[in-house]
């Protein structure tokens, strides 16, 4: 750990630690822009941001915050050339299989959303396994949004839950907030508090549509591989800021 970073270890004495969020959401973006503006191919960028994660859920564990979510593949990510797509999917199976023992050893609980039979076979391999290995573990909850789309996830829960109807085991009354989020791949997970966008971008990209609905979002202009604990720091203080009524007063 850098000087830097020790100065950062533990919670900063500013935050409250009773009012920390108990689920951020990561939009994980400006790789490409982070390479391109220091003269590098893209792909380094998307190697720098798989750090900034690592550095992200430690830190999350450091500092007590239970839940994580990171958004690292769309849906609409399949319309990038075919050298970017396949080189993110290597990337995702490569440190997957080579993260699985440490997450072991820090207790992570790792589960991965989205439509993952459609990504490649030898990636389905490792998310399964490594799905399976964590899934009894009782520490910080991670998950990671791979051939995810909010809108396919709705649709996709719509679909299940009319199938129920069609066979006869719920009326259409039953279909209530509840059993609608029991059909989300989010099942069992809470909603984000937190939502943090970097690289500036003001917009949602289609990521967990229904499950921000309260979530307080945070954008900032560092490029994902520069979100480090003092950025971190910065969005959790302005979190701490505040007003959460939920439509009250
Ligand atoms: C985010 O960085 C990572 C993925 C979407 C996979 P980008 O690759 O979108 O980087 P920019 O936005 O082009 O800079
Ligand atoms: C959102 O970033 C998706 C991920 C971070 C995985 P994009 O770079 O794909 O989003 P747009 O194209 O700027 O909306
Ligand atoms: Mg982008």
């Known amino acids: 750990m850098t000087k830097f970073h020790a100065a950062f270890e533990k919670l900063p004495a500013d935050l409250d630690r009773n009012r920390l969020p108990k689920h951020v959401a990561?939009?994980?973006d400006g790789n490409g822009r982070w390479a391109k503006s220091r003269g590098m191919p893209r792909f380094i960028g998307h190697q720098k941001g798989v750090d900034a994660l690592k550095n992200l859920l430690r830190?999350?564990?450091?500092?007590?915050?239970?839940?994580?979510?990171?958004?690292?593949?769309?849906?609409?990510?399949?319309g990038r050339p075919t050298e970017e797509v396949e080189f993110l999917?290597?990337?995702?199976?490569?440190?997957?299989?080579?993260?699985?023992?440490?997450?072991?050893?820090?207790n992570v609980k790792l589960r991965f959303v989205g439509n993952l039979v459609s990504l490649p076979k030898s990636l389905q391999e490792e998310i399964y396994k490594s799905m399976e290995a964590t899934a009894n573990n009782q520490g910080?909850?991670?998950t990671v949004a791979t051939n995810y789309g909010g809108r396919e996830e709705i649709i996709q829960a719509t679909r299940a839950i009319a199938q129920l109807?069609?066979?006869g085991d719920i009326s259409p009354d039953d279909i209530d907030e509840n059993l609608f989020e029991n059909h989300l791949y989010t099942a069992g997970l809470s909603s984000p508090?937190?939502?943090?966008?970097?690289s500036g971008e003001m917009r949602l990209?289609?990521?967990?549509?229904?499950?921000?609905?309260?979530?307080?979002?945070?954008?900032?202009?560092?490029?994902w591989p520069d979100f480090d604990r003092l950025q971190f720091y910065k969005a959790l203080l302005a979190y701490q800021q505040r007003d959460r009524r939920f439509g009250k007063l």
């Open 26 to 28: 990561v939009i994980m």
């Open 59 to 78: 830190c999350c564990k450091d500092w007590g915050i239970p839940a994580l979510t990171a958004y690292a593949f769309s849906t609409e990510n399949w």
């Open 89 to 106: 999917m290597t990337l995702f199976e490569r440190v997957l299989r080579l993260e699985l023992q440490e997450m072991m050893k820090e």
């Open 140 to 142: 910080i909850e991670f």
């Open 165 to 167: 109807v069609r066979e």
């Open 193 to 198: 508090d937190l939502l943090i966008r970097s």
């Open 205 to 223: 990209s289609n990521f967990l549509l229904w499950q921000i609905a309260y979530a307080e979002i945070y954008v900032t202009p560092v490029m």
